[in-house]
């Protein structure tokens, strides 16, 4: 019992190791551009009434650092992997933004998920899922052999996928699928 009690702790503490908690704010314009980049993980982006950008989760094992730099009209959220060719663990992105915001995210192998965006969106990912609902006017989604869904209204989509599929639910606007 009491060996069973030793690996348990060392296995919290390395999992506590390998990933590092992330809280950051800044005030942020209400029609302001948020710029994200994460390369494993997910990302998921929220819109609220306040004018501030936050981030809370996790960065992964071997990451560098959370690149985290806001400015009156733009805020840059970039995790930052070692050049050194160590792989870097899942980052797990949660980020709530003015609604009125233009979003720009990119990832490797994380998903993407935007909920409650008014503002408009390009959105792309090599391998990961991209899912994005709200009053955006307009999305640009590109995916490799991710899937893509979007549920919004009064919104012209153009949405490209190499393998993946794409579904678009409530638009009003033109839609223009590639793939």
Do not use: C, Y
């Not at 992997?81 to 933004?97: D, M, Q």
């Not at 409650?116 to 052999?145: C, E, F, H, K, Y």
């Amino acid at each position: 019992m009491r060996g069973m009690a030793i690996a348990f702790a060392a296995l919290a503490a390395g999992l506590a190791w390998a990933q590092t908690p992330i809280n950051e704010s800044a005030p942020a314009a209400k029609d302001g551009t948020v710029i994200v980049s994460n390369i494993s993980g997910s990302v998921t982006i929220t819109g609220w009434d306040r004018e501030e950008v936050s981030v809370t989760g996790t960065l992964g094992k071997n990451v560098e650092r959370l690149e985290f730099v806001p400015s009156p009209t733009e805020t840059l959220i970039r995790v930052v992997v070692p050049r050194s060719g160590r792989h870097a663990g899942p980052s797990e992105l949660n980020i709530s933004v003015p609604s009125g915001s233009r979003i720009d995210v990119e990832t490797v192998s994380a998903d993407i998920e935007l909920k409650g965006i008014s503002g408009p969106v390009d959105a792309q990912s090599v391998s990961g899922d991209i899912t994005l609902a709200g009053t955006m006017p307009r999305v640009n989604l590109r995916t490799v052999s991710g899937n893509g869904v979007v549920r919004s209204t009064d919104v012209d989509v153009n949405a490209e996928t190499v393998s993946g599929d794409i579904g678009v639910t409530a638009a009003s606007g033109g839609v223009e699928v590639t793939t």
